[in-house]
């Protein structure tokens, strides 16, 4: 097993139970989380609470590490991604020598969101 971060758990868990118990009404029988944040944050408690199949999909740290020549790579991720314990797990397990680029991805949500482009 994984480590998995606590930051804003609480919060993203009780925004993310809803739409995932709306999928297991309507039939879906596997989910791909394709969510940076709520898969290094709660896959775990999602796990244990549906017994459909969670497919988590999170920073590509390892085959990023394996492809760059520079040894410098950029991760581009919402801020509770990087704090979160996988993320460090990830970090520390694949990127030993690689310089990791974290830029401030801090309003790129809430500009999905609002469909804003800057």
Known sequence: ???TGRAAQPELLSLVTPIFQE???EGCQVIVVA??????NLIEDLRHKFSLPLIAV???V??????TKTKVIAVCATPTTLGSARYAWLKDAYAEGV??????CADWPAMIEHNQIR
Not at 35 to 40: D, E, G, L
Not at 99 to 104: F, I
Request: charged share 20%; hydrophobic share 35%.
């Open 99 to 104: 310089t990791v680029l974290e830029p401030d």
């Open 23 to 25: 999928m297991v009404d």
């Open 62 to 67: 390892k085959p990023a590490t394996e492809l």
């Open 35 to 40: 969510c940076n944040t709520v898969s290094t």
């Open 58 to 60: 999170e920073p590509m």
């Open 1 to 3: 097993m994984y480590p």
